[in-house]
């Protein structure tokens, strides 16, 4: 099992960056294939980047590609979503989330984080 907590969450005017950190707890972090989604009110969970177990492989939802960067520590059992140039529709509850096996669909994974709001502002 592990359990993950999220943070880093804020306030941002357009086009400003916030990095979301997500820490896990347990030995077998590595073996995760970790994800970040994001829900804003009255719509679906949505996925946003997923990062396989060493970090070779990453993927992006088209509407952050060039703009998000997700990244892990190993070491540190942490995974990272830098955020750049922010837009208001980028605004909503993120969750990290982990699994075994690579995926973009939210019920597909097995553990999640608390959420951390971000709001950026117009």
């Known amino acids: 099992q592990v359990q993950l907590v999220a943070s880093g969450g804020g306030l941002v005017q357009a086009g400003g960056s916030l990095r979301l950190s997500c820490s896990a707890s347990g030995r077998t972090f590595s073996r995760y294939y970790m994800g970040w989604f994001r829900q804003s009110p009255g719509k679906e969970r949505e996925f946003v980047a997923a990062?396989?177990?060493?970090?070779?492989?990453?993927s992006y939802a088209d509407c952050v590609k060039g703009r998000f960067t997700i990244a892990r520590d190993n070491a540190n059992n942490t995974v990272y979503l830098q955020m750049n140039s922010l837009k208001p529709e980028d605004t909503a509850v993120y969750y990290c989330s982990a699994r075994y096996y690579y995926s973009e669909v939210p019920s597909e994974y097995d553990y999640w984080g608390q959420g951390t709001q971000v709001t950026v502002s117009s």
């Open positions: 990062i396989s177990w060493s970090g070779g492989r990453t």
